[in-house]
């Protein structure tokens, strides 16, 4: 990997440099896997993988405290694992199967852990903003110190009813991140195509939002920015905005022409900012880990993905009664 500037390294010890590394591992590892299972058909519907996005929701998680919220779009088998869900019962839902998240009767976009404060899974682009919002307002009214991490992409970042949640969230000082994850395009749209806007975060500026746009593949920088924005929330100051400029490596879904960019972009991403190579070459460069040591990690991650694909072939599809459970009427 080509030599870049990384960021200030002194808030960070050895072992969550290895959780990091750990953490991003099992996003990666576990998606290349469901990204097979789709192949050989075991997968249906819709699957948005989040793989090259890692040191964003990585970072961030490493902000939370327990009780804190997440919400996001349907990229978001990431944020599931990053905030402690089962891969089994993740690669369960994915395959449809009983032993999944929502019984295998939601799928890729549709999971949800109370236990966890994980709060889906939106397809709609953006619905997850203002739901993310009456989150952080349950907890302003119940008077704790709660945070909740609404993320949202790019082109959602286009949407009205982000704009409608700026001006309430501010007004009412609600405890909530909105976390842009600018991946730079919206299936295939890049974000020149959709604004002539320089930074998404600034247009908070309007509604009084402070906010930043820092490094999403360098993990380091999004824990230092997550910290701030956590910080200026628990105080009672309000929302923050975080546009975090990272990169997808996978197209928009499973089923991409992949004409909006050039493959030596892609590579270039992979060569020169890779999230995971990066916090390899710190462990390593730093001498704080051998090649040993992560080929333990490596094998420890291939175990446990592996056995979600087991536990999640193994699992039997829902009865038929499912049909009728879980619903409102
Ligand atoms: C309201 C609405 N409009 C359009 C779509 C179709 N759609 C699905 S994903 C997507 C692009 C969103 O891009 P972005 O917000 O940048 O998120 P990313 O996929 O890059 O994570 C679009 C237009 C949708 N699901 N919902
Ligand atoms: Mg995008």
């Known amino acids: 990997m080509a030599a870049r500037k990384t960021s200030d390294k002194s808030n960070v010890s050895k072992d969550e440099l290895l959780k990091f590394y750990r953490e991003m591992l099992l996003i990666r590892r576990f998606e290349e896997k469901a990204g097979q299972l789709y192949g050989m058909g075991l997968i249906g519907g ?39 869900m089962d891969a089994k019962g993740v690669m369960a839902e994915l395959t449809g199967r009983i032993g999944g998240y929502s019984k295998g009767k939601g799928g ?104 930043e746009q820092v490094d999403g593949m360098d993990v380091l920088a999004v824990k230092a920015a997550g910290q701030k924005a956590v910080a200026h929330c628990r105080a009672g100051n309000g929302p923050y905005i975080l546009e975090m400029m990272t990169y997808r490596y996978r197209g928009h879904s499973m089923s991409d022409p992949a004409k909006y960019r050039t493959r030596e972009e892609v590579q270039k991403m992979k060569d020169e900012k890779d999230a995971i190579e990066h916090v390899r070459d710190l462990l390593i460069g730093g001498g704080l880990a051998s090649e040993d040591d992560l080929k333990s990690i490596d094998r420890d991650i291939k175990a446990i993905v592996n056995d979600s694909a087991e536990f999640a072939k193994e699992s039997p599809e829902p009865d038929v009664s499912e049909l009728w459970t879980d619903i409102y009427a």
Request: aromatic share 12%; hydrophobic share 35%; net charge neutral.
């Open 108 to 211: 890729s976009m549709h999971m949800f852990s109370k236990q966890r404060h994980f709060y889906g899974g939106h397809g709609i682009v953006g619905a997850q903003v203002p739901l993310g919002a009456g989150l952080a307002l349950s907890d302003k009214y119940k008077g704790n110190d709660n945070v909740t991490f609404a993320y949202f992409g790019d082109g959602a970042a286009n949407q009205g009813q982000v704009y409608e949640t700026y001006n309430m969230a501010e007004l009412w000082s609600l405890p909530v991140v909105f976390v842009i994850e600018n991946n730079q395009y919206a299936m295939g749209t890049s974000l020149k195509r959709s604004t002539k806007s320089t930074t998404l975060f600034g247009r908070g500026l309007a509604y009084g939002i402070s906010g």
């Open 46 to 84: 819709f699957c948005h993988l989040y793989i090259g996005q890692e040191a964003v929701v990585v970072g961030l998680e490493a902000c939370t405290k327990d009780g804190d919220k997440r919400i996001t779009s349907y990229r978001d088998h990431g944020h599931m694992l990053a905030c402690g």
